[in-house]
């Protein structure tokens, strides 16, 4: 991986890694990848890592199907499903095919750089 695509990614997996909104197995997966840059390792984690994100990037239409479900009322509180729901809604007719909140949007910009990654 050159050093323009590393930095970038390493940059986005720190934003990853702060948002509220990530999954501990995401967490778990980039900060062994982190640790692994430059090792034995680091191919096997990177693959696991995209593996991961890949995994847990919610695509739009879930995210819409959750925030109008009873679970998604009971998680959010029925208010804010709603406003997640209207918004996931405008963005997919804006062409979003992920959720937009600070993990998914820095778990999409490192997709966009997996085949670069491997």
Known sequence: MDNTVLNYVKEKTQELINAPSCSQEARVAALAWLDAIGTENETVQTMAYIEELEADIMPIETLIAFAESKNGS???????????????????????????CPAC??????????????
């Not at 009971?74 to 937009?100: L, P, R, S, W």
């Open 74 to 100: 009971q998680v959010f509180g029925a208010e804010t499903a709603q406003n997640i729901a209207a918004h996931a809604k405008e963005i997919q007719a804006a062409g979003a095919k992920y959720c937009d």
């Open 105 to 118: 949007a820095a778990a999409a910009a490192i997709l966009e750089k997996k085949s670069d990654m491997a």
